[in-house]
C-alpha cells in the first residue's frame, strides 16, 4: 500500500482549510492501487494547490498528489506537440522550451500550475478572445478510471470523455499524460499598450472596438470606485514582439528575465487590506499609469506579475480571501457588471487584484467556464458578512445570465451551479458510466451537487 499521511490542506486563498489524507506517488503506475485499496471513500488529484477554494480538496477522504508525476515524454520540434505527465507545472514547460522558441498557447495568471490542473479547469488567459481556452490546444490525453482502465482520449476518439474531462474537475478519472500544441515565438518578450479608461463601460467599449488587433488584453479594474468613475479600468494589451520589435541590448531574444523574487514569509494582520488601504492603493495605481504604446515587457512580467513574490496569498491574513470569478453574456454584461461593482464598492469590500476580460467563443467542455462576453475577477478578503453578500452576488450572476468559475469557487450553493451550467447531467451521465461508485469526489463536488 502506498504510504500516506493525513495534512490539513486549502487552495491558494486559503479557505476553507479541510483534513485531507494526502498520497504522493512517485509513478504512475502507483495509481491503480491507490484507488483499488478503497482504504478511502473517494479520491481526488492534486496539483499545486492553485485552485483558488475547495475543487482539491476532499474532507474526510484521500487526495492523490501529482507533483512527483511530472516527467517530459516526449517533444517534437518540427510541430512543437509536448507530451508529458500531468504533473509538469507551466513553469517547468517554459523552462525548457521558451529558450528554444516555443511558448505555453494559453496561460492562466500563475505558471505555478500542473498541466494535469490547468486541463481539469480548462484554464484560459489573456488571449480566450482569439483562440479559447488550453482545452483548444489540447490533442489527447491518457485518462486511469477507477476500474483501473487506461483509454485514450481526443476530439476523434471517446470525444464525450474528452469533453467531460477537460473542464471536468478531475472527477472522471486520473489524468496521467497528455499531448499538448505549443505555439512557436521568435523571443520572449511581448509589445504592450497600456490605455486608461475612466469608467468600465468605456474599458468595454474600447476593448469591444480593437481587441481584435491584439492577441492579449486585460484590464486591471477599481472596484471601489463610485459613481462617474465606477470601474476605472487600465487596458493592458499587447502581442507577442518580433526579433525587430526588440531593442539592441537585449542581446539573445529567446532568454528569459525573470526579474527580482522576493518571498512574503508571515501572514499579515487581519484587516490591513481593508476599504481605506487598497482603495489608497487603487487611487494609486490608476493615477501612476499613463497611456503609453509600444513597450516591450518580458513574459514573465507581462503574464506572471504576481510569481515573483511568493506566497503572496498571505497578504490576505490567516482567515484567508475568495476569488470570485464571473462571465456575463455580451448582451447583459454591462447592465451586470454594473450592478455587480456597484454592490462591491458599496460594500467595502474592494479588491485591489480586480481584473475584467472578454471571452470569445466557448469550446464543448461540458462544465468549461467561458463563453462569449466579459468576465470579472475579484479577490475578497474573508470578513464577516462575507458568505452572504457572495450569495447575493450570485443571485446578480444568475439573473443577468451569468456563471462562476469552478476553479474559483469556495461557496456556491447547488441549486445556483446546476443553473449556471446547464450541461450538467450531460456530465453526470458520463460520470456515473466511468465511475459508478463515486469513487473520485471532492468537497467542492459535493457542495455543488455534482457527485452525491
Not at 476569488?323 to 454594473?338: D, K, M
Request: charge should be positive; charged fraction near 20%.
Amino acid at each position: 500500500m502506498e504510504p500516506s499521511t493525513v495534512q490539513r490542506l486549502s487552495g491558494w486563498g486559503r479557505f476553507p482549510v479541510q483534513t485531507c489524507r494526502v498520497f504522493r506517488p512517485e509513478k504512475r503506475s502507483s495509481l491503480p492501487g491507490i484507488l483499488a485499496s478503497e482504504a478511502e471513500p473517494s479520491y481526488i488529484a492534486r496539483g499545486l494547490g492553485r485552485s483558488y477554494g475547495d475543487a482539491a480538496l476532499n474532507a474526510a477522504g484521500a487526495v492523490i498528489s501529482f507533483e512527483r508525476l511530472n516527467r517530459l515524454i516526449a517533444f517534437d520540434s518540427t510541430t512543437g506537440v509536448l507530451e508529458c505527465e500531468a504533473g509538469v507545472t507551466l513553469a517547468e514547460i517554459l523552462d525548457v522550451f521558451l529558450p528554444r522558441g516555443h511558448m505555453l498557447p494559453v496561460t492562466p495568471g500563475t505558471k505555478f500550475v500542473t498541466l494535469g490542473g490547468a486541463i481539469a479547469n480548462d484554464v484560459h488567459g489573456k488571449n480566450h478572445h482569439r483562440v479559447g481556452t488550453i482545452g483548444n490546444f489540447l490533442l489527447d490525453f491518457r485518462l486511469l478510471t477507477t476500474a483501473g482502465d487506461e483509454i485514450t482520449c481526443s476530439r476523434e476518439r471517446q470525444p464525450d470523455v474528452f469533453w467531460a474531462t477537460v473542464g471536468g474537475a478531475g472527477l472522471t478519472g486520473l489524468l496521467l499524460s497528455a499531448r499538448i500544441q505549443l505555439q512557436q515565438v521568435e523571443t520572449a518578450y511581448v509589445r504592450v499598450d497600456t490605455q486608461k479608461a475612466p469608467h468600465f463601460e468605456e474599458a468595454i467599449a474600447v476593448m469591444t472596438e480593437s481587441d481584435h488587433l491584439y492577441d492579449y488584453s486585460v484590464a486591471w479594474i477599481d472596484c471601489l470606485a463610485r459613481g462617474k468613475a465606477l470601474g476605472r479600468s487600465v487596458l493592458i494589451r499587447g502581442n507577442p514582439a518580433q526579433k525587430g520589435d526588440l531593442p539592441a541590448r537585449v542581446g539573445d531574444p529567446l532568454r528569459r528575465h525573470r526579474g527580482t523574487e522576493r518571498s512574503l514569509a508571515f501572514d499579515f494582520p487581519s484587516g490591513v487590506l481593508n476599504r481605506f488601504s487598497v482603495g489608497a492603493f487603487n487611487a494609486a495605481f490608476y493615477r501612476t499609469h499613463r497611456n503609453r504604446p509600444g513597450r516591450i515587457v518580458p513574459i514573465e512580467s507581462f503574464f506572471y506579475p504576481l510569481d515573483s513574490i511568493h506566497g503572496w496569498n498571505r497578504m490576505y491574513g490567516r482567515r484567508g480571501f475568495v476569488q470570485y470569478q464571473l462571465v456575463f453574456p455580451l448582451e447583459t454584461s454591462r447592465n451586470g457588471l454594473t450592478e455587480v461593482l456597484e454592490r462591491v464598492s458599496g460594500s467595502g469590500r474592494g479588491s485591489f487584484l480586480g481584473v475584467l476580460k472578454r471571452f470569445g467563443d466557448a469550446n464543448d467542455g461540458l462544465l468549461s467556464f467561458p463563453f462569449p462576453g466579459y468576465t470579472l475577477a475579484l479577490d475578497l478578503p474573508v470578513t464577516d458578512g462575507l458568505l452572504p453578500f457572495l450569495k447575493n452576488l450570485d443571485a446578480v450572476v444568475l439573473r443577468h445570465g451569468g456563471r462562476l468559475y469552478l476553479a474559483k469557487d469556495a461557496v456556491t450553493a447547488p441549486d445556483s451551479f446546476a443553473a449556471m451550467y446547464p450541461r450538467l447531467e450531460e456530465f453526470r451521465a458520463i460520470k456515473a458510466r466511468l465511475d459508478p461508485k463515486n469513487r473520485l469526489s471532492s468537497s467542492l463536488a459535493r457542495r455543488l451537487g455534482i457527485t452525491p
